[in-house]
C-alpha cells in the first residue's frame, strides 16, 4: 500500500515569507508526528496528533509554528514568518495506535531553504 | 539536553564483519526503544526495536541489546553488507502501550560497509 507522502519535496523561502508543508499518512493510521532535522542534528519532535486533536506540541519551537489535522488524515505544518534557523528537513510520519507499540511510519521530508 | 546520545557519528566496517551501533539515554522514564535506518533524500525506516523488559531482540541479521542499568543499548549486524550503508538512528519513547506518543532520536551514526 502507498506510504507516508509529503510535499512539496523541496521549498525554497525568503525570509519573512509564509510557508505550508503538507503530510499525507498511511491510510488508517491514526496518530500522526512531524519533526525536523536540522543540518547535522538528530530529529526533533515538533508536534504530535490523535485524531484531529494535538495532545503533544510542546515541540513547537515558536509561535510562529502551527499544525492542523482535518477529518482524520492530512495535516499541514504551516511557519509564518520563515526565519533562516528554520531551514531544515521536515518529516511527517504516521502510526497506528492499539495494543502494539506503534512503530512509526516517515514520508521522505520537505526540504525546507530559508534565504 | 540530549536525552539519547549516540557518540559515534561515523563507523567503517569491512563487508562480512559485525557492525556495532551504540546508544545511550539519560531518561529513566524510556520504556521502548528503536533503531531506525535512513537513506540519503529518504525519511527513516523502521529496523527493530526492544522494550525495556527485555534485553535482547533479534531479527535476522539484527539484533539489540539493552542494558537498562547502564542505561545503554547496541545494535549489531552480522554479517554486515554494503547495502547497509546509510545512517542508523537510535529513538525511544515513553508512555502506555497501545498509545501514541513522541519518539525522542540521537543524533545519528553514519554507517559505511567498505567491499
Known amino acids: 500500500g502507498a506510504g507516508v507522502s509529503q510535499s512539496p519535496s523541496n521549498k525554497v523561502t525568503e525570509k519573512g515569507k509564509d510557508v505550508e508543508l503538507r503530510c499525507d499518512p498511511i491510510?488508517?493510521?491514526?496518530?500522526l508526528y512531524w519533526y525536523r532535522q536540522s543540518l547535522g542534528q538528530g530529529l526533533e519532535f515538533l508536534i504530535y496528533?490523535?485524531?484531529?486533536?494535538?495532545?503533544?506540541k510542546s515541540g513547537l519551537p515558536s509561535d510562529r509554528f502551527s499544525a492542523e489535522r482535518t477529518g482524520g488524515s492530512v495535516s499541514t505544518l504551516t511557519i509564518q514568518r520563515t526565519q533562516q534557523e528554520d531551514s531544515a528537513v521536515y518529516l511527517c510520519?504516521?502510526?497506528?495506535?492499539?495494543?502494539?507499540?506503534?512503530?512509526?511510519?516517515f514520508g521522505p521530508g520537505t526540504r525546507l531553504t530559508v534565504l | 539536553d540530549q536525552q539519547v546520545k549516540q557518540n559515534s557519528p561515523s563507523l567503517s566496517v569491512q563487508e562480512g564483519r559485525i557492525s556495532i551501533l551504540n546508544c545511550d539515554y539519560t531518561?529513566?522514564?524510556?520504556?521502548?526503544f528503536l533503531w531506525y535506518k535512513k537513506y540519503p533524500a529518504e525519511g527513516p525506516t523502521f529496523l527493530i526495536s526492544?522494550?525495556?523488559?527485555?534485553d535482547k531482540n533479534e531479527d535476522g541479521r539484527f539484533t539489540v541489546f539493552l542494558n537498562k542499568s547502564a542505561k545503554h543499548l547496541s545494535l549489531h549486524i552480522v554479517p554486515s553488507q554494503p547495502g547497509d550503508s546509510a545512517v542508523y538512528f537510535c529513538?525511544?519513547?515513553?508512555?502506555?502501550?497501545?498509545?501514541?506518543?513522541?519518539?525522542?532520536f540521537g543524533t545519528g551514526t553514519r554507517l559505511q560497509v567498505t567491499l
Open positions: 531518561n529513566s522514564m524510556f520504556d521502548y
Open positions: 526492544i522494550s525495556s523488559i527485555k
Open positions: 529513538a525511544a519513547k515513553s508512555g502506555v502501550t497501545g498509545t501514541a506518543s513522541k519518539l525522542t
Open positions: 496528533f490523535q485524531g484531529n486533536s494535538a495532545p503533544d
Open positions: 510520519a504516521s502510526s497506528f495506535t492499539g495494543t502494539s507499540h506503534n512503530e512509526q511510519f
Open positions: 491510510s488508517g493510521h491514526t496518530a
